[in-house]
């Protein structure tokens, strides 16, 4: 049972109690009710053994001591107790300390673990930085999906930054997945948010984040191929111009226009990121952008998730069943229907989704007019 599980049944305990409090009212009954050589109340050691399953050591321990009293009680209205009656009364005793102090032990561990998992994700927060709802025209919603269940973040990666005209976007996947990824995405990001903002065209920036990564020593051997990053970068203009697009052998943005997806004609994309090669095979492509138009982002986590019986997620086609909206009902809708399509979450790779709108500016207001003198 993991930590989480129980305290959210600690939280339910008020009503989970009563199971081990009836249990004991009736073994007691019973005992009593049927002839002093019929012995059910060593079955009393069932009920703090039932209670630590869901609560902590006080409770459990309040349990114990009232099971050790019903069984006192019982042998004390049969008259004196019996050889076989008081060491039945000291092993219940005994076997209650036991499930008390391991009831003690599991709520020490519960305190540790939830301590390091708070630190953790603290991290992991930090290193993944909520996207901005808004930056400049563009409305953005995302949505990120661990494979690994204790984890907030892993492999995948995505970022915003704003330039002066314009905003830029990177989406990414880390080779592998939770929690030894976490360090490569970081890295990434750090080098996308130090030089987003003053590359002057995207396959500039391409090269400074293949360089940064390319020039610090990884968990893998990067010179044999085993350690890279796709990545999507994307430069959308305040105006009504078209988005820049630039893939290092990332998947590429599908437009949802009129409910539909289109996937723009864009060049191949150039070698993953950390491989020293993103510079020599970069090539941008653009794409126009209509105001309610809205660009869909994704990693390889959400193509490649399938169902129980080995079919990848139709992402095109479940576009289309998506009832319209803006981007944040967008990722909405599709991590619901992900979670769904793989059978509750069984992912078998870290998945991200990340979706904008670019709306048109509002006119400015025109100047009032000056009356006559």
């Known amino acids: 049972m993991s930590f989480d599980l129980l305290s959210a049944r600690e939280g339910r305990r008020p009503f989970w109690i009563a199971g081990p409090l009836a249990l004991i009212a009736v073994i007691t009954l019973v005992d009593v009710l049927t002839p002093p050589q019929v012995r059910l109340s060593p079955f009393l050691v069932v009920a703090p053994a039932i209670t630590a399953s869901f609560s902590g050591a006080r409770l459990t321990a309040a349990v114990a001591a009232l099971a050790l009293g019903a069984e006192v009680a019982v042998d004390m209205t049969e008259g004196p107790p019996a050889l076989n009656q008081s060491v039945a009364t000291l092993a219940l005793a005994a076997v209650s300390a036991l499930v008390v102090f391991f009831a003690y032990l599991r709520d020490q561990y519960a305190r540790h673990y939830r301590h390091v998992r708070s630190l953790a994700l603290t991290a992991q927060k930090a290193v993944l930085r909520p996207l901005p709802e808004h930056a400049g025209p563009l409305h953005i919603a995302s949505v990120y999906l661990a494979a690994e ?7 995948d990666l995505y970022a915003v930054a704003r330039r002066p005209h314009s905003t830029r976007l990177m989406i990414g996947d880390v ?11 970081a890295l990434v990001l ?19 984040l293949d360089g940064a990564l390319a020039a610090t020593p990884g968990p893998l051997d990067r010179a044999a191929g085993e350690d890279f990053v ?13 988005v820049s697009c630039l893939s290092c052998g990332h998947p590429a943005p599908l437009v949802v226009r009129g409910g539909l997806p289109v996937e723009p004609a864009l060049p191949d994309p150039a070698p993953p990121l950390g491989l020293g ?13 209509g105001p309610d138009d ?13 169902d129980r019986a080995g079919t990848f997620y139709p992402l095109p086609d479940r576009i289309r ?44 207001a025109p100047a009032p007019r000056e009356g006559p003198a």
């Open 277 to 289: 090669l993103a510079t020599l095979y970069a090539r941008t492509g653009s794409f126009a952008l």
């Open 294 to 306: 809205i660009v869909l982002l994704c990693t390889d986590g959400v193509l490649e998730a399938r």
């Open 175 to 185: 080779r592998g997945k939770g929690l030894d990824a976490v360090g490569e995405a």
């Open 230 to 242: 796709t990545a999507l970068l994307l430069d959308v203009p305040d105006d009504a111009g078209p």
């Open 321 to 364: 069943t998506w009832p319209g909206g803006d981007p944040q009902s967008l990722v909405s809708y599709l991590r619901g229907d992900l979670l769904h399509y793989t059978g509750g979450g069984n992912l078998g790779d870290d998945a991200a989704l990340l979706a904008f709108r670019r709306r048109d500016p509002p006119a400015p």
């Open 149 to 155: 269940a204790e984890a907030v973040i892993g492999g």
């Open 190 to 208: 750090g080098a996308f948010h130090a030089t987003a903002h003053r590359e002057p065209d995207l396959p500039t920036l391409a090269a400074a």
